[in-house]
T-cell receptor, first 112, second 114 residues
Framework: GENVEQHPSTLSVQEGDSAVIKCTYS??????FPWYKQELGKRPQLIID?????GEKKDQRIAVTLNKTAKHFSLHITETQPEDSAVYFC???????????FGKGTLLTVNP | GAGVSQTPSNKVTEKGKYVELRCDPI?????LYWYRQSLGQGPEFLIY????????DSGLPNDRFFAVRPEGSVSTLKIQRTERGDSAVYLC????????????FGSGTRLTVV
């Protein structure tokens, strides 16, 4: 089955700095890669996703890049704000409506 | 409804008891998923329904776990003879099949087995 590794497990940045979270996956058949943000005690919320026919996708301060050859994808957050503080999860699946395999999460802390 | 609704939000039960967790998906969403999230971990897949049928139940940990979706809408996750290791947040999600919109998660049921 699919295995998703996520690094780092914790990340602390100063407000205004950039944050990068990296994930690798094992199943070359995976073609859908969402990122979720989960605040303490809340449900995971989809913040951005990318499909394997695209190398990069941006949405305001958030971007995701995908390297299919290396089976590697990353989340980039620019101009971080304290409200970006949360746990971020990457995931992979063989289609946007099939089961997701999640990484273990990254606790991002943005210090004011 | 406006979102995925899960009840109860919290459930404390004694070891060995039976529990039912309910999920009410977004209206019109035919795909429904159950995940389990332990403290400090990412959600782990349990079971996926397409309509009324379980399309993939490969994530159910053992035969104490069972889920149904008799009318293709509300789903119930049932756990028999609960164990302390079953303590976790049980998340439900739904999506429009083939819409490519991804999941919408509910707020989860926090199950504590004492």
């Amino acid at each position: 089955g699919e295995n998703v590794e996520q690094h780092p497990s914790t990340l602390s940045v100063q407000e205004g700095d950039s944050a990068v979270i990296k994930c690798t996956y094992s199943d070359s058949a995976s073609n859908y890669f969402p990122w979720y943000k989960q605040e303490l005690g809340k449900r995971p919320q989809l913040i951005i996703d990318i499909r394997s026919n695209v190398g990069e996708k941006k949405d305001q301060r958030i971007a995701v890049t995908l390297n299919k050859t290396a089976k590697h994808f990353s989340l980039h957050i620019t101009e971080t704000q304290p409200e970006d503080s949360a746990v971020y999860f990457c995931a992979a699946s063989k289609g946007s409506n099939y089961k997701l395999t999640f990484g273990k999460g990254t606790l991002l802390t943005v210090n004011p | 409804g406006a979102g995925v609704s899960q009840t109860p939000s919290n459930k404390v039960t004694e070891k060995g008891k039976y529990v039912e967790l309910r999920c009410d998906p977004i209206s019109g969403h035919t795909a429904l998923y159950w995940y389990r999230q332990s403290l400090g971990q990412g959600p782990e897949f349990l079971i996926y329904f397409q309509g009324t049928g379980a399309a993939d139940d490969s994530g159910l940990p053992n035969d104490r776990f069972f889920a149904v979706r008799p009318e293709g809408s509300v789903s119930t996750l049932k756990i028999q003879r609960t164990e302390r290791g079953d303590s976790a947040v049980y998340l439900c999600a739904s999506s429009l099949t083939l819409a490519g919109d991804g999941y919408t998660f509910g707020s989860g049921t926090r199950l504590t087995v004492v």
